[in-house]
Structure formats: structure tokens, C-alpha cells
């Protein structure tokens, strides 16, 4: 499948005195030596275990819960070409609420992005029949209702499917071996040298866009989804101070898992090679992505080096080319 995203550059004058001085550091997490950092955001503070949680993001799905206290964002196309989120979290810090949702079903690409982060819990609500015998061989803990049904609660404001939400906190009580975050190739530091400063950009899959604005008072990089501002129900609108665009040779179910009749699954390969475009201080970095090992992590690279990104949340968006 093919798409395409638009990139709107504004002049040095307007957004360059708020980006971050560059420097061509070495890609190191920003932290005194010695001091815990988190592999995943470059924040302080010790690794905690992993939880990923899948969430619904289609149009009755909004606003979500919890999405901004997550340490990494996955968006990725699902069937008629719209997006749903596949959202890490560390224990050291769950949403406040401690909820996350709505919660909804599993996918063949989710497998993969969570191969490099280790044995994790996984929630999501249930999958294609065809697909189930294939999560419960992988090396993940399948952390569904029909394993963990008291960490789920149905809200009151949606109908269902679109009001099902997990406690975080159960989740990781009922599995105490879920991995503990580590390196999955994200580097944290200062700014490269070069960029084109950018304003706003937009990611799109078949039926679904992504628009990112950058916000110099806060730092990060503002979402909208299909035209409007990405809301939450606990946190206001979502953002990330680093948002990765990585452009995947997007496919169809490699076991031909099909949604509907005639009609093959979405997927989104992880593992390869391919263009990338990391925003990031108020600049676009057109770069490159690279991961050759299913259980290694991912390089983003610009310039023949490793890309730092901006201490906090990251957000991926698989983006079909």
C-alpha cells in the first residue's frame, strides 16, 4: 500500500531561537554520570517492568485514557486502513487514574515490535481466532480478560467495544516476570547539526492521519488525528517531545489472516530496513532506520550517526510507503 506524508518547513526566524542548541555528542541518555536513566524516554529513574497495552483508536474509541503516561507509542494500520496504538509502559510510572483504554484486539504486527522488548505482559482484548494459537506460542504473558478478567472494567461513558480499559497496575501484580525495560536501540542527547526546522508535519495511512505540531511552550510536539486535536480524558491532548515517522514496506498478513472474506490482514514488517523522518525541537531530520536482529532493538540513524532524540515520550508511527 502506498502513502504519502507532507512535511510544511517555516523559516530559522520563526522557530529556530526555540529548538535546542545542536551538538554532535556522542548519543548518550542526558543524565550525570552514574545516575539511573530509563532506555526508553532518557528521563532519570530506574527501569521498571514492561506492560504494553493494545488501544482502540478508531473515531467512537476517542478520547483515550492513559496514552500520555505511556514511554513509547506505536501507531500502526489495521483493517480499512485506519490506526491503532500499541502503548509501552514502565511500572515506575502508570497513568495516574491507573487505567488505559479503550482497550481492543491484537494484531500480527504488534508481535514483533514486542519481540525486542523481552517477555512482556501483554494486554489487548482478544484476536482472530486463526491469530489466538499464535499469541499463546509467543513469548509474551497474554494478559487478556480471559486471563486476567478482574484487571478489566467496562466504562460508562462509551458502549461497547469501545469502553473496555485495564488497570495497569493488576496487569503487572498478575504477572511479577514481565521484563524489565531495556535498550531497544532509542539513543537520548543533544540535537544533531543540520535539520530543516519544522512547524507542522503529517503522517498518513489509507484512512487515517497523523499531524504533528510543534509547541515551543511546551516543549513537544502537539497531535491532531484526521483533522482534530488528539484529546485524552486524563491528560489533556496528546504529544511527545520525539516523534519517529518510520516508513515501513507495508504488506498483507505473512499467514493469511484475513479480517473479512477475501479480505488479508494489514501488516506492518518491523524488522528490515527503510527511510525515517525524526522530529524533534521544532526540526525534521530525514533519516534512516535499521533493525537486522527480530529480538535486537531499532537504530535510527541521520548522517551516518545514530539519532539522538529528545529526553520523554516517543511516539512511532509505522507509516506504509
Known amino acids: 500500500m502506498a502513502a504519502a506524508f507532507a512535511l510544511t518547513l517555516i523559516g530559522v526566524s520563526s522557530c529556530g531561537s526555540s529548538a535546542k542548541p ?79 483504554g479503550p482497550v481492543r484486539s491484537a494484531r500480527e504486527s504488534d508481535l514483533p515490535i514486542l519481540q525486542q522488548y523481552g517477555k512482556v505482559a501483554f494486554a489487548y482484548s482478544g484476536a482472530l481466532s486463526k491469530f489466538l494459537p499464535v499469541l499463546a506460542q509467543a513469548n509474551i504473558f497474554n494478559a487478556s480478560p480471559q486471563q486476567v478478567g478482574s484487571a478489566y472494567y467496562r466504562g460508562t461513558e462509551n458502549v461497547a467495544p469501545y469502553n473496555l480499559f485495564v488497570r495497569p497496575s493488576s496487569v503487572l501484580q498478575a504477572f ?86 477475501g479480505v488479508l490482514s494489514p501488516y506492518a514488517p518491523t524488522v528490515g530496513s527503510g527511510e525515517a523522518v525524526v522530529l524533534r525541537d521544532g526540526k525534521a531530520y530525514q533519516g534512516s532506520w535499521s533493525r537486522t536482529d527480530p529480538d535486537g532493538g531499532t537504530t535510527f540513524s541521520y548522517a551516518g550517526q545514530p539519532l539522538n532524540f529528545h529526553p520523554g515520550q516517543v511516539w512511532v508511527v509505522l507509516e506504509p510507503q
Open 176 to 261: 511479577p516476570d514481565s521484563a524489565q525495560a531495556k535498550d531497544v536501540g532509542f539513543r537520548f542527547g543533544p540535537a544533531p547539526q543540520g535539520g530543516t526546522p519544522t512547524d507542522s508535519f503529517t503522517a498518513t495511512m489509507p484512512a487515517a492521519s497523523f499531524t504533528f505540531s510543534w509547541s515551543a511552550a511546551q516543549d513537544k510536539y502537539l497531535v491532531a488525528m484526521d483533522g482534530k486535536p488528539a484529546m485524552t480524558t486524563d491528560a489533556g491532548q496528546m504529544g511527545a517531545p520525539t516523534i519517529v515517522v518510520q516508513k515501513v514496506a507495508e504488506t498483507t498478513s505473512p499467514r493469511g489472516f484475513m479480517d473479512s472474506p
Open 22 to 100: 545542536h551538538s554532535t555528542a556522542s548519543p548518550t541518555p542526558s543524565a550525570s554520570a552514574g545516575s539511573q536513566v530509563s532506555p526508553l524516554t532518557g528521563l532519570p529513574g530506574p527501569a521498571g517492568q514492561i506492560l504494553a497495552v493494545k488501544i482502540d483508536n478508531i473515531v467512537n474509541a476517542r478520547p483515550q485514557t492513559g496514552i500520555n503516561s505511556a514511554d513509547v507509542v506505536y501507531a500502526i494500520e489495521v483493517e480499512g486502513g485506519i490506526s491503532r496504538f500499541l502503548t509501552i509502559f514502565d511500572s515506575n510510572h502508570l497513568p495516574p487514574g491507573n487505567a488505559v
